[in-house]
């Protein structure tokens, strides 16, 4: 009887359905710019892994474009009051795609898995979180208990993705499962793998059991196609295949596909950061006046507007995902020539030709303009410039020194998990320093205590407070410059909305998150 | 009073130049080096915007269109594509002359010992110069850019150790066929030392093969420095290089077509000019041997 019951149901859906909305399927074509490597939860590291990852797998939160932690998979969770441990209640309704329910013993076997494992994002739980010290309280609570306070841990969850843990321990084989999870999926994700070729491309197809339910326009069909040739791009624009770019084209293509007229360029502003940073250990930038003349040497504008797009910095931290934490009164550094030369005339190298290297990635058409304009300016104040441009490989490699980093250097930086933590961290704390990220050679200990509390801190409020004396602290020491935060580009189809860029790898290819409406 | 030696030696050059002169290839190629070589040495009083070699940004001005400003349109970043296109003639002439004249007086003096004194002398040598043959020019500048930093000097140095080995073979090759001539053994009869015979009676004869094969090698020295330069490997900026342009313009091909395309048409002209001559030169002196 209940069977029939169903049954009916389903045919009288059908039935609705078909009369409008089953043959027109909301299909969205998007090019990627690379292969997709890993599907495997425990191994996914890059932003195409990322991308097949949000929508195959959920977790137990995940990240909205202003870095806000939302619910997923958790309902709701309670951090204890000294922030060491944070338990979760999952939602009573979630379950798996093949329609087991999710309980709390799939999200220990997928913590402790990817602990094993010890690939992908198990970097950021290394320290913080060891292995048993994730514990199903009942079927639908758990309990992440953390060696130590670590205020950032909350922004690491989104990037632990929940297996079905039955299904995964009946394909283990006698590699924890890591042949049958290469191909196959068991999560519970808004969309199901449907194919997969490696080299070329991937389809996902929409649950329509989700346990979050669909909302109307929801997108039914999500194709990649990997190719990053630009021209290639163009033609499945103008066959009609393409529904939206990767956001790596080239200016030239988001400007064909603009007049084609069934696209529209959506640019947003991100959360990664484009810095000069300047070597405070090595002369003359060790001197802070000659710092600052550097940073009044640069016409901000002028690389906004024509060499590389972007939003004004004022801080080191993008106002974009950071809103609440974002220093709005700091000042930051602006062009004039006049301040620049008396900045120079306060140093200890005023009078005399100053030596000074300029670093930026060979073969970077913008980075070059970049450093040519830095050198007129500069040597206009008397500086005596080499240009000095390294592959990147050799970048990575220079940095680990103080004496082999240039003065200045062009760097990109991102958040990997969406807490500002992420962006002081790696870049200003002396225990993260002689890498890329840190070419500044800052070590200096107030910094590192101003960082050490707020992760000490579990108090958003205070949180804030010392993010902001941090960026205060930061503009006085004038070691890394601002140029601007990047915009993300994508051409659109003007029937597809659903892109709002988030502080967070790839969350914003979320295709739950879009819809169709035309 | 002209002496006889005198009379001989002038109506002899008269009669080169005869010849050359109805030579239009030779001609050619002769006016288009003579033409840059001067572009090259008059170029801050020629060119219009002398300043654009160095590190000058005018972002309102970049890639603008040939114009009468601008005869060869502007880079991306503002500059004049004329003037830094006569500059980098310059880079590429002292090249050529720097490799030229690091490789031909040791490629020469070691093609003479070999071909003079034949034995293991000749065996060292010779051996030797076969395995530095075997080696491409273009990779081992590539790898000296490699180990050491690219710069010109560097691209220099890595093309100079390979070039000498032509000389070598070519000057091995002709001092085999006059150490058995007349006037040698005359000379070594005489009691003439070693470097008499070598520098003053074979040396002299190999001349002529020495220019025309200096001419036509300064076209492929000028060639590959270009093409170090393309790989990123060459002359670093701001300073203006013709392989650099043609390799920056390349991506803005086709919308700045001039940015590219003229500096590679400097290139062409520059390598042709040398080509004809060399050419010319080897009608004019019946040189068999160079190639």
Known sequence: MRLL??????????????????????????????????????????????????????????????????????????????????????????????????????????????????????????????????????????????????????????????????????????????????????????????SWDR????????????????????????????????????????????????????????????????????????????????????????????????????????????????????????????????????????????????????????????????????????????????????????????????????????????????????????????????????QYHSDAAGTWASMEWLQDPEIDALIDAARATGDVEEQAEIYKTLQHELDERMVSIPLLAQTVQHAMDNCLEGFDAVPMMSFDYDFYRYRWTC | MRTDAEQHALSNAWQNWFRFSRNPTAVIGAVIVVVCVLLAILAPYITPYPDHVGAVVDFRNRHQPPSAAHWFGTDNVGRDIFTRVIFGLRISLILAVVVLGVAIPIGVILGLLAGYFGGWVETVIMRITDIALAIPPLVMALAVAAVLSPSLVNSMLAIALLWWTWHTRLIYSITRQLRTQEFVEAAETLGASRRHILFREILPNCVSAIAVKTSLDAGFVILIGAALSFLGLGIQPPTPDLGTMVAQGASFLPDYWWQSLLPGSAILILALGFNLLGDGLRDLFDVEDVR
Not at chain 1, 84 to 101: C, E, L, N, Q, Y
Not at chain 1, 320 to 329: E, K, L, R, V
Not at chain 1, 404 to 413: D, E, H
Request: aromatic fraction near 10%.
């Open chain 1, 5 to 194: 019951t169903t049954t009916a149901a389903a045919a009288l859906a059908v039935a609705c359905l078909g009369a409008g909305a089953a043959a027109a399927q909301n299909v969205v074509t998007q090019n990627t710019v690379q292969i997709f490597s890993t599907i495997d939860p425990a191994k996914i590291s890059d932003y195409t892994d990322y991308m097949a990852s949000v929508n195959l797998y959920d977790g137990l939160v995940t990240v909205d474009s202003d870095g806000n932690l939302v619910p997923e998979l958790a309902e709701s969770w309670v951090v204890s009051d000294d922030a060491t441990s944070v338990t979760f209640t999952i939602r009573p309704d979630a379950h798996f795609s093949d329609g087991s329910p999710v309980e709390a013993k799939d999200v220990v076997y997928s913590f402790e898995r990817l602990l094993r494992i010890n690939q992908g994002p198990a970097n950021l739980f290394a320290g913080i979180v060891e292995p048993g010290n994730v514990v199903a309280e009942d079927d639908k609570t758990v309990t992440f208990n953390l060696s130590r306070t670590f205020a950032p841990f909350m922004a690491t969850v989104p990037s632990l993705r929940i297996l079905n843990s039955d299904v995964v321990i009946a394909n283990a084989g006698d590699d924890d499962g890591e042949t049958f999870l290469a191909t196959n999926v068991a999560g519970s994700g808004p969309y199901l793998l449907d």
């Open chain 1, 199 to 426: 080299g070329s491309r991937m389809i996902v197809k929409r649950d329509p059991n989700y346990y979050r339910g669909w909302h109307e326009g929801a997108i039914d069909e999500v194709r990649w196609i990997v190719t990053n040739d630009e021209a290639t791009v163009r033609a499945m624009a103008a066959s009609g295949e393409l529904t939206m770019t990767s956001p790596y084209q080239s200016p030239d293509t988001y400007e064909a596909l603009g007049a084609m007229g069934r696209f529209r360029i959506d640019s947003q502003p991100t959360s990664t950061a484009f810095y000069l940073k300047l070597n405070s250990r090595l002369p003359p930038t060790d001197d802070i006046h000659i710092r600052r003349a550097i940073a009044h040497a640069v016409d901000y504008e002028t690389i906004r507007e024509v060499i590389f797009p972007g939003e004004p910095m004022n801080t080191v931290l993008p106002e974009a995902g950071f809103a609440a934490f974002h220093a709005g009164d700091v000042e930051g550094p602006v062009f004039d020539m006049e301040r620049a030369a008396e900045e120079v005339a306060l140093s200890s190298y005023a009078g005399e030709a100053i030596p000074i290297t300029l670093g930026y990635v060979a073969g970077t058409l913008f980075e070059e303009e970049i450093s040519l304009m830095l050198q007129a300016h500069l040597e206009a104040l008397g500086f005596v410039v080499t240009q000095q441009p390294d592959p990147w490989n050799r970048i990575t490699e220079i940095a680990g020194s103080v004496e082999t980093t240039p003065n200045v250097n062009q760097i990109f930086f991102g958040p990997t998990y969406p807490s500002p933590d992420s962006m002081f961290f790696t």
